[in-house]
């Protein structure tokens, strides 16, 4: 299995920045696609941002294009989400995920079969 471990989390102000930083431990060819997905209170989860390991291709939720960057690092097998501009709205519990969807872009909770903790972000006006 492949087990991943995210950091980053943390309160800060209306357009502020963080960074989400999620390490994985395992096998980077047993999946292709990694994302990353949010939760608030009473809501669904849903994908942020999601990414091709391999080639590096990116896709992006609308509510997020522009302010938001994932990358990944394969030598360190770590997956990142800088977080720019932030808003009251992008508060929720942030998650990463590891799978093999048909299209990356797509980012189903159901297609992806590893998943972190979860990190709580927090943005004040």
């Known amino acids: 299995q492949v087990q991943l471990v995210e950091s980053g989390g943390g309160s800060v102000q209306a357009g502020g920045s963080l960074r989400l930083s999620c390490a994985a431990s395992g096998n980077a060819y047993t999946y292709r696609c990694m994302a990353w997905f949010r939760q608030a209170p009473g809501k669904e989860r849903k994908g942020v941002a999601s990414?091709?390991?391999?080639?590096?291709?990116?896709f992006y939720d609308a509510s997020v294009k522009g302010r938001f960057t994932i990358s990944h690092d394969n030598a360190k097998n770590t997956l990142y989400l800088q977080m720019d501009s932030l808003e009251p709205e992008d508060t929720a519990v942030y998650y990463c995920?590891?799978?093999?969807?048909?299209?990356?872009?797509?980012?189903?909770?159901?297609?992806?079969?590893?998943w972190g903790q979860g990190t709580q972000v927090t943005v004040s006006s």
């Open positions: 990414i091709y390991i391999h080639s590096g291709g990116t």
């Open positions: 995920a590891a799978g093999r969807p048909l299209l990356c872009s797509d980012r189903t909770v159901t297609d992806f079969g590893s």
